[in-house]
Every structure is written in C-alpha cells, then in structure tokens.
C-alpha cells in the first residue's frame, strides 16, 4: 500500500561539511569572512547603482536584482551552517527545511533567468547600439524583472508544494549542509516518479530556456564582431561582456556539475555546492565593480564625499 501523504519525521540532520572537528574553527571563521564579504558587497552594489544617476541604465537595473539575488540565496544556507558548526546541533526542523528549500530554489531560479536577461541586454547594446534606448525601455526592463520573479516564485512553489505531499519515515539524516531537493527525493519513502518527472520537464525548461537565450546572445554577439574584426571593437566588446560572461561560466558550471553530472552526492558534489551557493555570490560584485568603469567611478565617488563628510572642519 502506498504511504499516506504526512511525514512522521519532525526534524532533519544536516551533517554539513565533510571536514575534520578539529578544523572546524578555521572553517568557521572562513567561512564567516566570506559570508559577511558577500552581504556588504552586493549591498554596497545595490546601494551604489540606487544612488548614483549615471547607474540608472538596463544593465544596472538587472545588476541590482542580480545582487539581491546572491545576497539572498547565500544567507539560505551559509548562517545554518555557520550556527551547526559553531554550536554542534545539525538538527533542523521539518519546516525550517522546506522554507529552505523553497526560497534556495527560488532565488536560485531568479539567478538563472536573471542573467539570461543581462546576456540579452548585451546583444542588444552591442549588435543594436542605434535602437538600445528604443529597445531596452524602462518599461520593457521593469516587465522583464517582474517576468523573472513571479517564473521563479512559481518554480519554487511547484516542487515545494509537490515535495511536501510525500512521506519521510525512518532515515532523516541529510548528507548535506543544506536542504537539497535531490537528496530529500531519496530520503522520501513515497513515490517520487511525479517529482522526478517535473523536475525533468519543467526544472530542465527553466534552466535550458535561460541558458538557450544567454548563449544564443553571445554567439550572436561573436557573430557580428568576427563580421568586421577590429581591436577597439573586440576590448569594448570584451570589457562589456567579459565580467558577465564569467559569471556565466562560474554559476552553470558549478550548477550542471552538482545536479546532472553526478549520480550520487560526495565531497566534489559539496565542493560544488559551496561554489555556486558561497562563493559565487561572493566573487560576483568583485568581478562587475573590478572590471566596471563606472562602478569603479560611482564608487571613489561616493567614497571621496563620504571621506569630505567626515574630516570636514568643525568650524564656517
């Protein structure tokens, strides 16, 4: 007979990262560092672009959502395991774990189809420089950011929702140091043909159609610089896309090697998962303010007037 459609398991066990007890202290503070470098990076970028003029441009828009998104899905997961390896309690509850899960997924969505965005916005700026501002109109922008959020909150509630109807019984130890869809699936003593099936057909559409678009936009743009090669047009070229284009790379890379080049999670699988859901976030505002002129310019800016601000005489 089929289990009934209510969990029996109150808790999960996330043994989080395979390192040794002794190690744990260097992790920790590791770890710490590059969470707190990863809020107040993509906060500064946030801020920058709402408070500069000169930012208030398509690219920037889908720069401020971007940041917001790796804000967010880094603070999903890395404070739960800076609290479980701090306080040595892996327990999390049912809840906790699927209110995890669903704005990871969320926010992991959002990542996705957020970056298809700015690869188009690219192609648009490059192949179509005379027809940009006719193009990418701040209405079209606005309606492409809401497009992006309500795809990736109705993603995330339709496996949340689906993984919510099945029955975990005995084993509720998480071989994880998060809630992952993929590993909670095996742990379910349902039928997960339903889930697998969904996760098939539309988990694999949100993250091809995405990917289609962001790599059908470069090799357009490759297309029309080859037309006509010159190395002005390749630098702009490659100082406008570069940053984003490595972006690309890190965040697909790390994402297609966890969940489709695997068959059974280990410690490269984990290895993986902290790129795409610690450090990625975390390199992300240092690659587009590094690479960025007027980041850069926006934040010396800001910077200087705040250095006036402050050492500013005390006297008319």
Known sequence: MRPENQSSVSNFLLLGLPIRRESRGMFFSL????????????????LLIRLDPHLHTPMYFFL?????SDFSLSSGT???????????QQSIPYVGCIS????????GCLENILLAMMAYDRYVA????????????DELCVLLAAASWITSCAHALLHTVLLVRLSFCADNVITHFFCDITVLLKLSCSDISLNELVILTEGGMILLLPLALTLGSYIRIGTIILRAPS????LKAFSTCGSHLFVVCLFYGTTVGVYFLSSSWDSRDVIASVMYTVVTPMLNP?????????????????STGLKKLIYQPGHV
């Open 100 to 107: 995890q899960l669903y704005f990871l997924m969320l926010f």
């Open 286 to 302: 240092f690659i587009y303010s590094l690479r960025n002129r007027d980041v850069k310019e926006a934040l010396e800016y800001f």
């Open 78 to 88: 890395v404070p739960k395991m800076l609290m479980n390896m701090q306080t040595q």
């Open 64 to 68: 401020s959502h971007l940041a917001f």
């Open 231 to 234: 190395t002005k047009r390749l």
């Open 126 to 137: 490059i192949c179509h420089p005379l027809h940009y501002n006719t193009i990418m109109r």
């Open 31 to 46: 770890f710490l560092g590059m969470y707190l470098t990863t809020v107040l990076g993509n906060l500064l970028i946030i």
